[in-house]
């Protein structure tokens, strides 16, 4: 919520949504996310105005990140240059070793807070064989990795193709569900919706995530601009892999691969693109 409003004795009373959130310490945070809240920082505390609700959040949260030791079918970070290790953002940073039926974590500190929380945890010195054991984890996880986003300059290929028959193709596919933006870390639009009580002395303004997939989205007045699907797949795929570089600097993909998991009709991000620059 972010403000509400009352009416009492012919005087309006606007009260601004200053709850003080609870502090967070997300766990087994993986490379991938990191990079996500990296973007999300950017969209959210860059530029001349932070958002205020997101940096209460933000602040004081701790993050304990896992190297991954296994990649799932559909992960392609190592492509994305986002993982699958934990290279910053995180507080302490664990990587599993798993030896005779033995669990062992090796941690790396990333922050004063990290370092505070480790002396007061049992723990012995890494040695270098231990890190060597680590490292041949992350190596083995880059080298099983499920997919790969093809290399060149993805922006470009798709700013110079957005007429490329394959839009109209994986529009015949896609449901327009938005789910591949309610999973992916690094969407961040919102829309607010108002709402009143019927007495009419009360009302309040809260914000959700919203979805380039759905009409409302670019709807202004007489009609939607992106009123097909095949409008709304080509503006959520360019955004993320293309205009994002203008907008922020980076690609808005971490290779999570979650777009591709939850897609009900199974269309894959990396394979549009490289159906795109014309490969199998
Ligand atoms: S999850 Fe798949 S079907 Fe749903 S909007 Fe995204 S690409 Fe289309
Ligand atoms: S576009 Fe897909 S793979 Fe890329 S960050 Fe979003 S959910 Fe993950």
Not at 10 to 39: H, K, S, W, Y
Not at 90 to 100: K, P, W
Not at 131 to 159: F, Q, Y
Not at 185 to 209: A, H, M, N, Q
Request: overall charge negative; aromatic content about 8%.
């Amino acid at each position: 919520r972010l403000w509400s409003a009352k009416r009492e004795d012919g005087e309006t009373r606007v009260t601004a949504d200053v709850t003080e959130p609870p502090r967070f310490a997300f766990i087994g945070v993986r490379a991938c996310e990191l990079n996500a809240i990296a973007i999300q920082d950017r969209v959210f505390l860059g530029g001349p105005f932070a958002d205020p609700h997101y940096q209460a959040r933000r602040e004081d949260a701790f993050f304990v990140a896992v190297n991954c030791g296994q990649a799932g079918g559909t992960c392609f970070c190592a492509s994305m240059k986002t993982g699958p290790k934990a290279e910053a953002g995180f507080d302490l940073a664990l990587t599993e070793m798993l030896e005779d039926g033995e669990s062992r974590f090796l941690v790396e500190v990333g922050s004063d807070e990290g370092h505070d929380v480790l002396a007061a945890l049992p723990r012995e010195p890494a040695t270098a064989a231990d890190e060597a054991t680590a490292t041949g984890i992350v190596a083995r996880t880059t080298a099983s990795m499920g997919r790969s986003m093809p290399e060149g300059n993805i922006r470009e290929l798709l700013l110079e193709n957005l007429e490329h028959p394959r839009w109209d193709d994986v529009a015949e596919r896609c449901l327009t569900c938005g789910n591949c933006t309610m999973v992916c870390p690094t969407c961040f639009c919102t829309s607010v919706e108002d709402t009143s009580d019927l007495t009419g002395t009360e009302t309040s303004r809260e914000r959700r995530w919203d979805s380039c997939f759905t009409m409302d989205f670019s709807y202004i007045h007489g009609g939607s601009v992106r009123s097909s699907g095949k409008a709304r797949y080509r503006q959520w795929m360019t955004h993320k892999l293309a205009t994002w570089f203008d907008q922020f600097g980076t690609s808005g993909c971490v290779g999570c691969g979650r777009c591709v998991t939850w897609c009900p009709v199974g269309i894959d991000i990396t394979e549009e693109v490289r159906a795109i620059q014309g490969g199998d």
